[in-house]
């Protein structure tokens, strides 16, 4: 079903396109096309004037929004090379003044001079997860949205898999969707969308 989504809803710019064609190329993981579509619609249903992003790569996710629904958005990254490449298709994209890309270990970065935001992307090293939420989510407004990518890992977040080190990252992952759902302060859903969606909203 997706497939056909796809083909049937064409890229919003031929940047995006040319993009995801670069990331297929050289291997970087992106959101997928239908989760693109399920997190623009998001923002656009909860009028997203100020994004957070956790994990920009080559800037894909932050470009869409910000093309797509007229946010800004505010997205942190530790590889230099993704920033540098990020910074290329953001200019290409000609939206310097609607996306500011940190580059920083997210983990790490001082974060006391950080704004409120409407919502919050994660879509970073996947076994960090708990620890990016805990951080960032005090600067989410009430009512606001954490939407995290990449929760069911190809659909593997069940299955007996061979690699150790895919075993714990599943492992971590599953421990991370118990997290946020037994969380009460947030109410959360997690979709069968893209690769695995969660949304929390935040209770005023």
Not at 64 to 74: E, G, R
Not at 131 to 145: C, N, R, S, T
Not at 158 to 174: A, W
Request: net charge negative; charged share 25%; glycine share 4%.
């Amino acid at each position: 079903m997706p497939d056909y989504l796809d083909n049937l809803m064409p890229e919003t710019t031929p940047l995006l396109k040319q993009l995801r064609a670069y990331a297929k190329k050289h291997d970087v993981p992106i959101i997928t096309r239908e989760g693109e579509r399920f997190l623009n619609q998001l923002l656009v249903l909860k009028d997203a004037k100020n994004v957070l992003e956790i994990g920009a790569a080559i800037g894909y996710s932050a470009i869409s929004m910000a093309l797509n629904t007229k946010c800004h958005v505010t997205t942190i990254e530790r590889d230099q090379a993704m920033v540098k490449q990020a910074k290329i298709n953001i200019s290409d994209a000609n939206l310097d003044t609607h996306i500011t890309v940190i580059e920083a270990d997210a983990l790490t970065l001082d974060v006391s001079e950080l704004p409120m935001f409407d919502v919050l992307f994660i879509d970073a090293a996947k076994a960090q997860y708990i620890k990016f939420f805990e951080k960032y989510a005090p600067f989410v407004k009430p009512g606001g949205l954490i939407i995290t990518d990449n929760l069911l890992f190809h659909g593997l977040i069940d299955q007996e898999v061979e690699s150790r080190n895919l075993r714990q990252l599943l492992r971590k992952l599953d421990t991370f969707n118990q997290y946020i759902l037994t969380r009460d302060d947030y109410i959360t859903e997690i979709y069968r969308i893209g690769d695995g969606m969660s949304v929390s909203i935040k209770r005023k």
